[in-house]
């Protein structure tokens, strides 16, 4: 269904970019998947974060790339699709280890305030009731309809975009 992104890759990590009310919220996140036919992007994120409260209003989603040894940028964008409680929220949740379903039980949610630091996991005893984190995880699909590639090198920058136009991509370089 959906391809996995190997932990060594450069572009495992990237910066995930939501807009909400004139504000632009940039977060670190792993990359989960790729489905380059569908031309989808995946990560997970917990139900109650921020990130989904911006993504329900709204659904457009940037990611930003950066391989350090190979000099490429890649700009990625597209709406996002929040997948909870179905059948790919579901596949996902199978391949998460047991120290990645702890996560999502976290009392309380995400970016609570609280007086003292912590993960919010400090009651649970043992991995017995992991399965109940399901209910707070969350797959989130970017359909990408937009690309840029820039490939910085001593000999020359080159740049790229390409736009998905009536399911087609378009592309021209670009000065870097």
Known sequence: M???????????????????NGEVNLRTVVLRGIEPDAKQVIFYTDSRSAKMEDLKTNPHLSWLFYDHKEGVQLRLSGNAIINQDNDIASYHWDKVHNGGKRSYLAI??????VAEPTDGLEYLNDDSDLEAGYKNFAVIVTEVNFIEWLNLKD???????????YNSWKGQWLIP
């Open 108 to 113: 309380p949610g995400p970016s609570t305030g």
């Open 155 to 165: 000999n020359g920058h080159r740049r790229a975009e390409f736009k998905l136009i």
């Open 2 to 20: 959906y391809g996995s992104m190997m932990s060594d890759n450069a572009f495992h990590t990237g910066v995930a970019g939501t807009h909400l």
